[in-house]
């Protein structure tokens, strides 16, 4: 069997202003851009890749879905995606070695710290 990671759909109010917001906080290239959907990937050929799409419905419950990243300086990465326009969020998540942060639209992501040895 032949299987291959392509995307990550995220459903948005805005696919072209979230799209952007995380092409630039992630250095990665748009690969599409129509009214109701915004792509980007690492490069233009690689995958997966992040399809922001449309849908005008508002979230009514948490997000199932979220995407962690692991920097090589976590407090300098945090600090950036603050200044870019991200927001730190209490989940509940207490003293942790990782950073909870919402795009524009609220959707969740961590910053995590070192990887343990």
Do not use: Y
Not at 18 to 24: E, M, N, P, R, V
Not at 74 to 85: D, I, N, W
């Amino acid at each position: 069997m032949t299987l291959k990671w392509e995307q990550v759909i995220v459903h948005s109010a805005d696919p072209a202003g979230l799209g952007q917001w995380w092409a630039d906080a992630l250095g990665w290239v748009v690969v599409h851009a129509s009214d109701d959907e915004f792509e980007i990937r690492p490069e233009p050929d690689r995958m997966p890749g992040l399809d922001f799409v449309r849908l005008d419905e508002a979230g009514k419950t948490k997000s199932r879905l979220h995407l962690d990243f692991r920097p090589d300086d976590q407090a300098a990465e945090v600090a950036r995606l603050v200044a870019h326009g991200a927001k730190r969020v209490d989940i509940g998540q207490g003293e942790q070695p990782w950073v909870v942060l919402a795009d524009p639209e609220g959707n969740e992501f961590c910053v995590l710290g070192p990887r343990r040895p």
